[in-house]
């Protein structure tokens, strides 16, 4: 059975760190792209990042560039999220999810293009 696992939410205050990981197993991971989506409260779930292991391109949203930094352990099946300077507005359910190797990364932020989903993480940021 295909299977991602996310994992690492949890409570911070404003300015802070958390890193996300998601672990895939089911599926050859190298012909997949991964990547990171969030729905806050009342709010459509936005692309945040992706990453693709067969040649490390990456996409990240504008709201968490220069912030957020993905990275991909092809050995261990995982996909982490470093999310530093944390803001409240961060705040939401994080997904993992896993996307067909030939998506485009320019299209990364498209949830439609995803064939897999994890469970979420919730991520609190306090003010």
């Known amino acids: 059975d295909v299977q991602l696992q996310a994992s690492g939410g949890g409570l911070v205050q404003a300015g802070g760190s958390l890193r996300l990981s998601c672990a895939a197993s089911g599926f050859t991971f190298a012909d997949y792209a991964i990547g990171w989506f969030r729905q806050a409260p009342g709010k459509e779930r936005e692309g945040v990042s992706c990453i693709k292991s067969s040649d490390g391109s990456t996409y990240y949203a504008n709201s968490v560039k220069g912030r957020f930094t993905i990275s991909s352990d092809n050995a261990k099946n995982t996909v982490y999220l470093q999310m530093n300077s944390l803001k409240p507005e961060d705040t939401a359910v994080y997904y993992c999810?896993?996307?067909?190797?030939?998506?485009?990364?320019?299209?990364?932020?498209?949830?439609?293009?995803?064939?897999?989903w994890g469970q979420g993480t919730l991520v609190t940021v306090s003010s």
């Open positions: 999810a896993a996307a067909p190797i030939f998506l485009l990364i320019s299209s990364a932020y498209n949830d439609n293009l995803y064939d897999y």
